[in-house]
């Protein structure tokens, strides 16, 4: 263990001096660069919705399990304006979702579908995003994405005023341009970086998002490499 000397400046700042609202910024603008989930569900009407969620990421491999953070309509400080979104309620209805992967590709419709729209108008429609039917779940996938994943509900746990919503792959779509098949002895690989239209999006602070371009490469001595 190498001990510093001389420590560097540092703000130290208790938890309890943030509210809601800046503890989010922070959290925001700091755990970075995030994946993004585009998660398209259908309500009892029969309407398809597709948000973005970049509170996201692979809770287990074995069973596959994969979870975001579904955070509130309306003002953290007001509880009586807090409502569920659209996502969260038809996910409660109906028990289905899909966690589409966010492709550069579709950046700008990625980025649009977070918009409020009413329950009644279907993201897919407003902004003309193609889908497809699932063949396991009734929630439409987004045609162009890279990858997919039909998911049934496995539990949705509150979270202050978010919540974790987790949910079992049970069906993935896999697009042949970044599908390899076999290789190096192990089946059913991917690779999103072959194309750019392909490579996932990450999100950063504020209005900022992030692009794959530079990779880099650092083997382990224990592996796996």
Known sequence: ?????TPESFISLSVDDFN??????????????????WVSTVSVAGVHNLAPFSFFNVCCPSPPVMGFSCGPRGDNHNLEAIVS??????????GE?????????????????????????SEFDALGIESFPCDLIK????????VAFECRVKDILPLGKNHWVMGDVVKVHILEQVYQ?????KRHRVDLL???AMRPLG?????????????MLRTRIDGPN
């Not at 979104?85 to 109906?94: F, H, M, V, Y």
């Not at 098949?181 to 002895?185: A, F, L, P, T």
């Not at 999100?203 to 990779?215: E, H, N, P, S």
């Open 139 to 146: 929630p439409r996938r987004v045609v162009k994405t890279p």
């Open 85 to 94: 979104k659209d996502t969260l309620q038809n996910i409660r209805d109906t």
């Open 20 to 37: 809601p609202s800046e503890m989010y910024f922070l959290l925001r603008d700091s755990v970075l660069p995030r994946p993004i989930a």
């Open 97 to 121: 979702f899909v966690i589409n992967i966010s492709p550069e590709g579709l950046f700008e419709p990625m980025v649009d579908s977070a918009q409020d729209l009413p329950p009644d108008i």
């Open 194 to 196: 072959k194309e750019s």
């Open 181 to 185: 098949g076999e290789r190096d002895g």
């Open 1 to 5: 263990m190498t001990n510093a000397t």
């Open 203 to 215: 999100r950063l602070g504020r209005a900022f998002y992030c692009k794959l371009t530079d990779v």
